[in-house]
């Protein structure tokens, strides 16, 4: 898989730098700045202690089975062209090298849902999507969206329920808000149906 993740810090180089310090204890492959600058700091056939706690369809140990992404933003920015260029060509190579589909391209939250909000709602799936680097659900017949989720890959219990609808959102329906819609249930039974995790 390969999990994406924004620094939560204001400088690039300040999030690379304590990726490589050993008190950090947390590390990524990569790290993207805000101009497309991007530094690996792990082999991609090494394990780096990006995902921590978390899981995704079968994947219970997402360290172990993923290539991490770190991407410099705060989590309220827009993330920049230049950023938005180096991630599409970055993934490209990575999935093209690993033989990985696009549907395993997922977010910090979508595997550590209530513990992570990254990359949160201002990066742009929808146009990875049409670059066949990430997935786009299409409206179906709505559901049931907690049965969906699992079988989509989201761990999900009664006590995530908001955390699992932001992710959600946040993914697939920045902006949206209130309480859960058949929107919401029609485009999680389309992604159950289309990309069950394995």
Known sequence: MVVLHYTAMPSAIAARDWLCAPESQVSAHYVLAR??????LVREDMRA?????GAWGSVTEVNSRSIGIEIANTGAEPFP??????????????LRRWRIPPERVIGHADLALGRKIDPGPKLDWARLARRGLAVRPRPATPGDFHADARRAGYHADPEHDSA?????????RPGAEGPLDDTDRALMADLAARWPAA
């Open 81 to 94: 062209e230049p950023q938005m260029a180096a991630l599409e060509t970055l993934l490209a190579g990575i």
């Open 49 to 53: 202690w990006h995902a921590g706690l």
């Open 35 to 40: 101009n497309g600058t991007c530094w690996q």
């Open 164 to 172: 699992l609808l932001a992710a959600f959102r946040d993914r697939f």
